[in-house]
């Protein structure tokens, strides 16, 4: 059982894409920015060093962390990790980790500034934001695109 300290965004997350693209959803929670993944032999400093390469600075952007890399979120042992987050978010950035990726069959409590893309419940996908988040920070990326590839990706990933 994984103890998320999150609070839920949607629970109809594939709805909430759409209405995000279509403007229904406050503009404040969304923003342009980009989603870079973690995982598969690159790492979270690799998606960092391309998300602050390729964005403006100040601009909000979104690393998803799958596999080894989700996992090594969750290492709260590990200084360097609790280093890399805590710049991610003095950067403007927000980690997500795919829950399929967490350890399995035990309580888990997630750094600051972390949260889940969880899989479907009711046939819809979940997403958790950190609990930290403040009410004015965009939750997700304006681009339908950039939310699909988040969702593939923790579909993907095992």
């Known amino acids: ?3 998320l300290r999150l609070a839920p965004i949607w629970h109809g997350f594939l709805g909430a894409l759409l209405l ?4 229904l959803v406050a503009a404040d929670r969304t923003a342009v920015g980009g989603v870079y993944v973690a995982g598969q032999g690159f790492t979270i400093e690799q ?7 390729e964005q403006q600075q100040g601009a909000p952007f979104w690393i998803l962390a799958a596999g080894d890399e989700a996992r090594r979120i969750v290492d709260a042992g590990r200084a360097d990790t609790r280093m890399l987050l805590a710049e991610i978010r003095d950067r403007g950035g927000l980690v997500y980790a795919c829950e399929r990726d967490l350890p399995p069959g035990k309580e888990i409590a997630l750094p600051a500034g972390v949260g889940v893309v969880a ?12 609990a930290e988040i403040e009410d004015d920070e965009p939750l997700l990326p304006e681009s339908v695109r950039q939310n699909r590839l988040m969702l593939r990706t923790c579909a993907a990933f095992h």
């Open 1 to 3: 059982m994984l103890n």
């Open 20 to 23: 995000a693209a279509s403007g």
């Open 47 to 53: 998606a960092l060093a391309q998300a602050l390469n």
């Open 119 to 130: 899989p479907p419940a009711n046939g819809a996908p979940r997403l958790f934001a950190p």
